[in-house]
């Protein structure tokens, strides 16, 4: 603590800070809707369910609906694509309709699921007649379609150029565009607020760093305050 | 179901009529799944006569799950293609989709509505109409508005939104209460819920001073702290929609613009200047908002010359230009046709927006605007050179360097009537005498000829814009100029002109003949040889009591005639006009038409001879000495002055003094 009036940087103490901190009221509320948010965003019903009973703060949205999306997205996340979009078209049936970059992805992830499952002819079939019609609407889907069919041309698409389509971060990636479509669609934001917060501590602290010494949040599981330099 | 995608379109649209109740829900998820988001497929399946069959199950089948299905179905085809749109509509399938908004199931009213939401987006759609049509329609709507489902909520204000088109729709849907029920809306956390209910009450007001006046004296102030507040947060589409209504009230309710000039800081003079940036910014503003909001700053301003100064001062002419200047191909017809519009509005009054316009390089896209296939595009960039050409300079300098007369005459003839409008009103300013491009109209003889025959047109805008610039045109013409042009316009049809069904036409027809009696005694006589009648028809508008700017114009017609030769003055003197000129002395009314009456009792005064006292004697008979007496105390010092040069010649005709003739001639900027 208490370093000379030399240094060019202020420095405030432990004490000094916490008294600070705890002089910043947040609500109660605040936080418990916080928390609503994430789980009800990232898609925990039980656990959402639970928090309601103990906290007493109301879901935005109906949780049923979490219980829709989940299914939707675990039947691209298991590689039933087609599942998922007669799920999708029973929500709402102008997600598809409105979102033509969507909708090409979730083809284009049926038809990595059909080369995966080496049904060759369907997948050529269900290229031609699909996808192609959707590559001539729209040049970059023409470029991503090229890459996907390209994965008949290899024996070893695991060691090919284009074994990423393959891999299971791609069915992630399909899976999570639909979830943040569905959650649009009901008027939900796409993320949860609480990653965001933390972005804005992490900025804020760095911005502090340059002015003042201060007891820093560096672990940020566990929010411990660590002694000013 | 992936057997599903191995049967035939064919039999899938059969079975849609199958008399088992499960095969036609499997046929009806089928078509529904393959259709959704998938072009061809809604194509094929149009083709195949599915729609039909879907309407059938909509109109005759009562399971929820048939009709959540079908109405979706019908949902999906009137999406994203305007064929599918009119399939759905020529199925006469949309009074069962508004009965699905009354089904006792909620997930039917969700589909159902979703549908009619679909239908209502597309310019297709019969705007509303129906809802006065079908019974309990409306109501319903209403109804749903208030749903605690905010899909439902959400769609019953959409579809409202899309059916303000006439003043007995918003008198209809206002008086059912749906703007308490739409206000209600606006304090919703739900942002799509808030912005589709601005989306109705900026429809609901949208040139309607009625609705206007009610939003801004709403129970509560909502205009002022819901509405107002949202120009500055919220997504784009709810900054515009709400820019929109401050607009739309604006523009219709006399004591909000007053309250904006003369306000104290804080109220509306504020409001407006934050509606002005929040529209420029939106320029910029990806998609919909910013594709539409160049049209709401026009809209906004078009009155109003200090808001017009707001938008400039806020740069609104750089942005737009520069959205132009990116080339105007990525952009929409729609978005093109907005920016021309709000340009237009820009520099209609101002001759400060017209430099910026000029100086911001944004003339050549105008230019090239006017050669744009769509017609709304070649109207709003023609709107645009007009309010360009009501410059002097600009006549003088940059619209002759941008060589607009050419793609200006193609316009006389272009197919839509509302270009044609515009561009024979520009035209009108183009052929002022000041103007260089005015030879180019006469030397090119094309341009007079498709003015004369604009001037036949069925419509009356066109004859009044055409008849107009003629006049101009006229406007100081020399001899050669005025037989060209009525070679091109012939007599019979100015005659006609003269006596035209609208008095605004007859106004300028006679101001035509005004300018064409202007100049030497050969241009007075090539007009009123009794071969023309033109004389005559002038006459008659003066004994039959036509309206009083009517009158003016052929008094001054009167005036100028008898400035000509001793028997031009005789020829005045034979008509009526002596006989009735004293009802237009005494015309308290109107200065205008007194003056002009004394001066035609001067012109036929004047002379250096010849019948002059003969003339004044016979005038003084009908007793117009004595009336000019009279106006010696005229409230109008005009009048005053004229009137006592018309007596000091009565007195001295024996002697006249050298004074000129005067001659009358006219010219308007359009």
């Known amino acids: ?229 | 179901m992936p057997a599903s995608a191995r049967s035939r379109p064919e039999d899938i649209v059969e079975n849609l009529s199958s008399g088992d109740t499960s095969a036609r829900l499997k046929a009806l998820r089928d078509v529904k799944n393959q259709i959704i988001g998938n072009r061809s497929k809604k194509l094929c399946y149009i083709k195949l006569g599915a729609v039909p069959r879907v309407a059938e199950i909509l109109a005759s089948d009562t399971e929820t799950n048939l009709l959540v299905q079908s109405a979706a179905a019908v949902g999906s085809f009137a999406c994203g293609i305007d064929s599918g749109v009119r399939a759905v509509l020529d199925s006469g399938c949309l009074p069962h989709l508004l009965n699905t908004l009354s089904n006792g199931d909620e997930r039917v009213v969700e589909a159902g509505a979703r549908s009619l939401r679909m239908i209502f987006q597309t310019q297709l759609a019969p705007q509303g109409a129906t809802f006065f049509r079908s019974g309990g329609a409306l109501e319903n709507i209403l109804r749903l508005l208030a749903s605690a489902n905010d899909d439902i909520s959400e769609v019953a204000a959409s579809v409202l939104a899309r059916c303000c088109d006439f003043p007995e729709q918003r008198a209809a849907i206002a008086q059912a209460g749906a703007l308490q029920g739409l206000l209600h809306l606006l304090t919703h956390p739900n942002p799509r819920k808030v912005e589709t209910a601005l989306d109705a009450i900026a429809s609901l007001t949208r040139n309607d001073e009625q609705q206007s006046r009610a939003l801004l004296n709403a129970p509560g102030n909502p205009f002022l702290t819901v509405i107002i507040p949202t120009v500055k947060e919220r997504s784009g589409k709810s900054r515009l929609l709400a820019c929109a209504c401050v607009a739309n009230i604006s523009r219709t309710c006399p004591e909000y613009g007053t309250e904006r000039t003369t306000g104290p800081p804080g109220s509306a003079r504020d409001v407006a200047a934050a509606v002005i940036s929040a529209l420029v910014k939106l320029v910029d503003c990806p998609g919909e908002a910013g594709e539409e909001a160049p049209s709401v700053l026009a809209h906004f301003i078009a009155d109003s010359e200090d808001l017009q100064k707001l938008a400039c001062d806020a740069d609104a002419i750089g942005k737009l230009s520069g959205k132009l200047a990116a080339g105007s191909g990525v952009l929409t017809p729609r978005h093109r046709e907005n920016i021309f519009h709000a340009l237009a509005a820009l520099c209609s009054t101002r001759e400060e927006g017209r430099r910026q316009l000029v100086e911001s390089r944004a003339l050549l896209p105008v230019i090239s605007g006017l050669e744009d296939a769509a017609p709304g595009v070649r109207a709003a960039a023609c709107a645009c050179t007009k309010s360009l050409s009501r410059s002097v300079k600009n006549l003088r300098t940059s619209l002759v360097d941008a060589s607009i007369a050419e793609p200006l005459f193609k316009l006389l003839g272009d197919p839509d009537p509302s270009v044609q409008a515009t561009a024979s009103a520009t035209l009108c300013n183009i052929v002022l005498d000041f103007s260089p491009l005015r030879s180019q109209v006469v030397l090119d003889g094309g341009g007079v000829a498709q003015l004369a025959s604009l001037a036949h047109s069925m419509d009356a805008t066109l004859r009044l814009n055409a008849v107009w610039a003629l006049k101009n045109l006229l406007f100081m013409a020399d001899s050669a100029t005025k037989a060209r042009v009525m070679r091109e316009v012939g007599y019979p049809t100015l005659a006609a002109l003269a006596q035209d069904p609208e008095d605004g036409v007859q106004e300028q027809a006679l101001m035509l003949v005004r300018n064409l009696v202007h100049g030497k005694p050969e241009d007075i006589e090539a007009a009123v040889r009794p071969e023309t009648g033109l004389l005559e028809v002038v006459d008659r508008k003066l004994a039959s009591g036509a309206r009083p700017e009517v009158c003016v114009q052929a008094l001054y017609v009167m005036v100028n005639v008898a400035t000509g030769t001793e028997e031009h003055k005789e020829r005045v003197m034979a008509t009526c006009t002596p006989s009735v000129l004293g009802r237009f002395l005494a015309d308290e009314s109107n200065p205008q038409i007194r003056v002009a009456a004394v001066w035609v009792l001067i012109n036929l005064t004047y002379s250096k001879g010849g019948n002059v006292r003969s003339r004044i004697e016979r005038l003084r008979r009908l007793g117009l000495d004595a009336q000019l007496h009279k106006l010696l105390s005229d409230p109008c010092s005009d009048v005053q002055d004229r009137a006592k040069t018309a007596l000091e010649q009565f007195h001295e005709a024996l002697q006249p003094l050298p004074q000129p003739s005067v001659q009358m001639v006219s010219a308007h900027i359009c």
């Open chain 1, 1 to 229: 603590m208490g370093k000379g009036e030399s240094s060019s940087k202020k420095v405030i103490g432990r004490e000094d800070w916490e008294k600070r901190l705890s002089d910043v009221k947040i609500r109660k509320e605040d936080m418990n809707k916080l928390v609503m948010n994430y789980l009800v965003t990232e898609g925990y019903v039980d656990a959402a369910e639970k928090f309601q009973l103990e906290s007493g703060v109301k879901p935005e949205i109906d949780l049923s609906t979490i219980t829709d999306r989940m299914t939707v997205r675990k039947a691209v996340q298991s590689g039933n694509v087609e599942d998922a979009l007669e799920k999708v078209n029973d929500l709402n049936p102008e997600i598809l309709d409105t979102n033509p970059q969507l909708f090409f992805h979730l083809q284009q992830q049926r038809l990595i699921e059909l080369i995966r499952s080496g049904k060759v002819e369907e997948a050529l079939e269900f290229a031609q007649e699909e996808l192609a019609p959707r590559g001539e609407e729209n040049h970059q889907f023409l470029e991503e379609l090229e890459r996907t069919v390209a994965l008949l041309a290899f024996e070893d698409t695991a060691n090919s150029p284009v074994s990423d389509l393959l891999d299971i971060s791609q069915r992630q990636k399909t899976a999570s565009e639909l979830n943040a479509a569905i959650l649009t669609s009901q008027s939900h934001e796409k993320d949860p607020r609480l990653p965001s917060l933390l972005k804005m501590l992490v900025w804020a602290q760095n911005q502090l760093d340059e002015k003042v010494s201060y007891p820093r949040i560096n672990d940020l599981v566990n929010a411990t305050l660590e002694d000013p330099v």
